[in-house]
């Protein structure tokens, strides 16, 4: 798979990922209201939450599209 290939997956894992994300963030905010936090520390838990998901698995699916085995 050449560069524009591997760009165009990541963008479509990014995509996916972050509906997934707006789909459930309403159940999400309320659990982590509930103990205690901000709405503005929920957003931050679950953006980074995601945000560190998509980078591991672009470099997952990079390094074993990249694997000369």
């Known amino acids: 798979m050449g560069r524009k290939g591997a760009?165009?997956?990541?963008?479509?894992?990014?995509?996916?990922?972050?509906?997934?994300?707006?789909?459930?963030?309403?159940p999400l905010f309320s659990a982590i209201e509930s103990i205690g936090l901000?709405?503005?520390?929920?957003?931050?838990?679950?953006?980074?939450?995601?945000g560190s998901s998509v980078m591991v698995l672009s470099l997952l699916f990079w390094s074993y599209l990249s694997s000369s085995s």
């Open 7 to 26: 760009l165009f997956a990541f963008w479509i894992l990014g995509y996916f990922f972050g509906a997934v994300a707006w789909m459930v963030k309403g």
């Open 38 to 50: 901000s709405s503005d520390l929920a957003g931050g838990l679950l953006a980074g939450l995601f």
